[in-house]
């Protein structure tokens, strides 16, 4: 079955329009060497054509309403629709940012609450909520390094620490920091190998960057001792918070040590990943960061909510946004906590974990590789088709192209890039034992095929709106905007 | 348990299946002195009921106040079927388009985005979108650094009409990679960019100069002469614009002999509620020459293993889980959701539809122009063209005035006093096709009386 919806373009005929929602028509003069000459190339269809056209492109997409998204470090959870609807009340979506604070009181009450729960989760001393994606979090969780040192003179301090199993954010972050990134090597269990730690710390280091709970999948067991030994050196520790849903309400980074963490609330907190953004990375720190905080944040006092700003927060690494960063996700976050309530989100922490051990436990019955074996895994695992590869052929992306077939999305591949031929698998707490043995079934059934018959794995998917995509046509010959004429 | 579907049978049989005794076990890796037994400071669960109770109650609590604030989110009338679509499952709850096969529908509408964007700037190419206009300005001028290789200096022009917050977000995000930012004056009775201010920088080594249109006061600047100056420099021009108003100003690509080099902004006009400031979108469109320079995810067309076009994430050498620390940025996200509100929104005004939106906002803020300067004690602060933005200047500070308006559901407007104390008591007043002729007497007339009032 193939599925193809023109160009919207395609169905564009001159003079059309969707009249009732365009305004009357009104009289306004621009003079004529500010006046555009030619008008854009915008569809001209029917609402109804518009409609239709959008909503059959919405059905050739995979999503976690339709599919057991297993995609490792994105914790593609069910995003409850309460959080939408509540997120979306008019008098929510129709308040001007800039608007007076006593006409948000409502909204800036939510969000001072958020901040404190994201604070009594985190075991931090203060939250922004400001940062608009993980990235961004990121950027303000190393700026504030950054300004920490150089406030205190301290201007040696330009490295940050990075183990190679990190998100490729962390390197790039640091970089756009300013900072020089030093890549230290995990070990063979996949914790962080302490004597390349030792041999890179020193009176440059500004501050080490860990995921933890790590993107190997598994808890980085020796995190007090890293502590120490960063601590010892006069370096920050940062805490990268993809993998937060694994010990949410069982382990605090606080507790561990940590100076600086960015959530990213569209995983761990379940806002939608929209198809790509918005995300949205609140920051919470130590009392040490805290004056460094991005701005705005939300104060509370006499029984009233304001925004702290410039005035308040003299030496905060700025602003990263227009206003105040994506309150609508906020709003959303709030909502997925206040319905969770302090007992859901151990849960979290709990059945994600139960989850990913469970999965693990039977794709190894069904004869697949764990990269690191004889680890608990956290709420997500690593296997490695090293094997298949070598035996049959079949690499990690012919697995993963052809588990769309069997109406699954692909699970992470190619990353952590140390680990070869890697599949990073994360089924979420949401997830029924039913889909998850589902899912273990069809692994089970490509094993198989891989065997009789590696041509038909290779050659997946079939059943998809387009089969493989000649990525390096699309780099080579580029066409990135649809031209009149073209089909 | 909210959200999670686990019997007690499924767990006992989970638990076998991996040999664990319980769950705790299965974080037996986990130091036992760094786990915690409660969480303090998060209330016990609601149902969706009793939160639902709770959002209604803040919701009443904020109101729907008349709005005439702009300066950098626009109020303007959403099409039912943008958000019908937009929230559908299969767009809201889906990722990033890795796997291309199973994300056709979100590619195609970043193509789709693409191709109206950059039509609508007058550029060639365009990114699938960025997180906000303030953030995108930062990235623009990193990317102008990176397109601008005869430049050595990383020196910035940003006219003091930029919108202020643009400045301080760029210095925030690009200021730790050394890239200085320098004012740029305007013109007291036009509240436009200066040309002369330009002439102490000839022949000195500008990477890019930045040029916002309209500009933050609302005025409509002589963008020819500033590309032109830029070009005979060897700067480049990156562009600031509202995209309504690009249905009937001038677009960045034909600025001046040969056009802006980047065109950027804020991308909440088209279909995106104003939220309380986000999530928005930023956009930002460039030309064919600087397309390896771009920032952000880029979607190309190609085709697959029988032949048939398809889309795809292309161009991925310049991004973060490729390239790592010598990525053209951090970013990883677009903010598709906002992309995909925006691209429905464009289809269903079409080009006279946009046209349409455009002029009515001018046609409406000079109605409330005319209507708030008419007042005692309101004068309008600035000459020359404009868009859907005027600054007026009051007589008294306009904190109180403003106060005593949101007192009667009116927001009045942005008071531009801590960014501009020069301009005395200047209020930044906005209307756009949203706003009737009823609403602009009811303003006119509130203010009216809150000047009389306090004059008495």
Redesign the interface.
């Known amino acids: 079955m193939?599925h193809?919806?023109p160009?919207?373009?395609e169905l564009s005929r001159p003079g059309?329009?969707?009249v009732s929602?365009?305004?009357?028509?009104?009289?306004?003069e621009?003079?004529v060497?500010?006046?555009?000459?030619s008008?854009?190339?915008?569809?001209?269809?029917s609402?109804l054509q518009?409609?239709r056209?959008?909503?059959?492109?919405?059905?050739?997409?995979?999503?976690?309403?339709?599919?057991f998204?297993p995609?490792g470090s994105?914790t593609?959870?069910?995003?409850?629709k309460?959080c939408?609807?509540?997120a979306?009340?008019?008098?929510?979506?129709?308040?001007?940012?800039?608007?007076?604070e006593?006409?948000?009181?409502?909204?800036l009450?939510?969000m001072f609450e958020l901040q404190?729960?994201l604070?009594?989760?985190t075991g931090m001393k203060a939250v922004s909520l400001t940062p608009?994606?993980?990235?961004?979090g990121?950027?303000a969780g190393v700026?504030m390094i950054?300004a920490y040192h150089r406030a205190r003179g301290d201007l040696a301090r330009n490295e940050i620490i990075v183990p190679e199993a990190a998100?490729?954010?962390n390197?790039?972050?640091?970089?756009?920091?300013?900072m020089k990134?030093r890549e230290i090597p995990c070990a063979a269990d996949g914790d962080v190998d302490i004597d390349a730690l030792r041999a890179v710390v020193g009176p440059n280091t500004a501050g080490i960057m860990l995921t933890n709970p790590s993107t190997l999948g598994?808890?980085e067991?020796r995190?007090?001792e890293i502590k120490q030994i960063v601590d010892d050196a006069g370096g920050l520790l940062y805490y990268d918070g993809a993998n937060l849903n694994a010990?949410l309400?069982?382990?605090?980074p606080g507790?561990?040590g940590f100076d600086v963490i960015h959530m990213n609330l569209h995983k761990t907190f379940s806002t939608?990943?929209?198809?790509?953004?918005?995300?949205?990375g609140a920051v919470g720190v130590a009392e040490r960061l805290m004056p460094y905080l991005?701005i705005p944040v939300v104060g509370h006092e006499d029984e009233r909510y304001r925004w702290l700003d410039e005035r308040d927060l003299p030496e905060s690494?700025?602003?990263?946004?227009?206003?105040?960063?994506?309150?609508?996700?906020l709003l959303r976050a709030y909502?997925y906590?206040?319905?969770?309530?302090?007992?859901?989100?151990?849960?979290v922490?709990?059945?994600s974990?139960?989850?990913a051990?469970?999965l693990l436990?039977?794709l190894k019955?069904a004869g697949f590789d764990a990269a690191y074996p004889e680890?608990?895994a956290s709420h997500e695992f690593i296997l490695t088709m090293k094997r298949q590869a070598r035996e049959n052929g079949v690499n990690a992306m012919d697995f993963?192209?052809r588990l769309?077939d069997y109406g699954f999305?692909?699970p992470?591949t190619y990353?952590p890039l140390l680990v070869p031929e890697c599949l990073l698998i994360e089924p979420t707490?949401?997830?029924?034992?039913e889909e998850l043995d589902g899912f273990a079934d069809a692994m089970a059934s490509i094993l198989e095929e891989a065997v009789t018959d590696p041509a038909k794995v290779k050659?997946a998917?079939y059943t998809?709106?387009?089969?493989?995509?000649?990525?390096v046509?699309?780099?080579k010959?580029?066409?990135?905007?649809?031209k009149p004429g073209a089909? | 348990m909210a959200y999670i579907p686990h019997t007690e049978e499924d767990v006992r049989a989970m638990l076998e299946a991996i040999g664990a005794p319980d769950i705790e076990a299965l974080f037996d890796e986990i130091p036992a002195g760094l786990k915690i037994a409660s969480l303090p400071g998060v209330p016990p669960a609601l149902s969706e009921m009793e939160v639902g109770r709770l959002m209604f109650r803040r919701a009443a609590q904020d109101g729907r106040p008349l709005n005439f604030i702009g300066a950098g989110a626009y109020e303007h009338h959403i099409p039912a079927p943008v958000w019908a679509i937009t929230t559908r499952g299969e767009i809201y709850s889906a990722y990033t388009p890795y796997q291309a096969e199973a994300s056709q529908g979100t590619l195609q509408a970043i193509y789709e985005y693409q191709t109206m964007m950059a039509s609508l700037t007058g550029m060639e190419v365009s990114n699938a979108s960025l997180y906000d206009g303030a953030s995108g300005l930062a990235e623009a001028c990193l990317m102008a650094v990176r397109a601008n290789r005869r430049s050595k200096a990383s020196r910035i022009l940003v006219p003091r009409t930029v919108n202020p917050t643009y400045r301080r977000c760029a210095e925030a995000i690009a200021g730790t990679q050394g890239l200085v930012f320098e004012d740029l004056p305007y013109d007291p009775a036009t509240g436009c960019t200066v040309m002369d201010a330009l002439q102490p920088f000839e022949g000195q080594d500008i990477t890019a100069v930045v040029l916002q249109q309209p500009n933050f006061f609302g005025q409509l600047e002589d963008v020819d002469a500033v590309a032109d100056w830029a070009r005979a420099q060897g700067a480049l021009l990156i562009a600031v614009v509202n995209p309504t108003s690009l249905a009937v100003l001038k677009p960045p690509g034909e600025w001046g002999e040969r056009g802006a080099d980047i065109a950027c902004g804020e991308g909440q006009p088209l279909g995106v509620p104003l939220s309380s400031g986000g999530p928005y979108f930023g956009f930002l469109t460039t030309r064919m020459e600087h397309v390896r320079q771009m920032p952000g995810r880029i979607v190309g067309r190609t085709l697959d293993l029988d032949g048939r076009s398809g889309f795809t994430l292309t161009l991925q050498a310049r991004e973060q889980h490729i390239r790592r620390g010598k990525a053209t940025s951090n970013i990883c996200t677009n903010q598709g959701l906002l992309m995909t509100a925006a691209t429905i929104y464009m289809a269903l005004l079409g080009p006279q539809g946009l046209e349409r939106v455009a002029t009515a906002c001018m046609a409406r803020s000079a109605e409330l122009v005319d209507a708030l300067s008419a007042q005692d004690g309101v004068s309008r602060a600035f000459d020359g063209p404009r868009f859907h933005e005027a600054v007026l200047v009051l007589d008294r500070p306009v904190q109180p005035v403003l106060a005593a308006l949101a007192a009667e559901g009116i927001v009045g407007g942005y008071d531009l006093g801590r960014e501009y104390p020069e301009l005395g008591h200047a209020l930044l007043v906005c209307a756009t096709e949203t706003r009737t002729r009823e609403d602009i007497d009811l303003y006119a007339a509130a203010l009216g009386r809150t000047l009389r009032r306090a004059a008495a």
């Open positions: 193939h193809r919806e160009v919207i373009f059309r329009s969707a929602q365009q305004p009357p028509a009104a009289k306004a621009v003079p060497s500010l006046r555009r000459r008008r854009p190339l915008l569809p001209e269809v609402e518009a409609v056209h959008y909503t059959r492109l919405s059905q050739l997409n995979f999503s976690i309403d339709t599919n998204y995609l994105c593609m959870k069910y995003n409850p309460a939408n609807t509540y979306m009340l008019p008098e929510f979506l129709t308040r001007h940012p800039l608007s007076p006593s006409t948000g009181q409502g909204f009450a939510c404190e729960m604070k009594a989760v608009m994606a993980g990235a961004q990121e950027f700026a950054r998100h490729g954010t390197p790039a972050t640091a970089t756009m920091c300013g990134v598994v808890f067991r995190i007090v010990i309400g069982m382990v605090r507790d561990m939608p990943h929209g198809g790509g953004g918005p995300g949205s991005p690494i700025g602003r990263l946004s227009g206003f105040m960063g994506n309150a609508g996700v909502v906590m206040r319905i969770l309530g302090h007992e859901g989100m151990r849960r922490a709990e059945y974990s139960l989850n051990n469970y436990a039977r019955a680890r608990r993963a192209k769309l999305h692909a992470t990353f707490e949401t997830e029924s034992k050659g998917p998809t709106p387009v089969r493989r995509l000649d990525d046509r699309a780099a010959q580029l066409d990135l905007v649809w089909s």
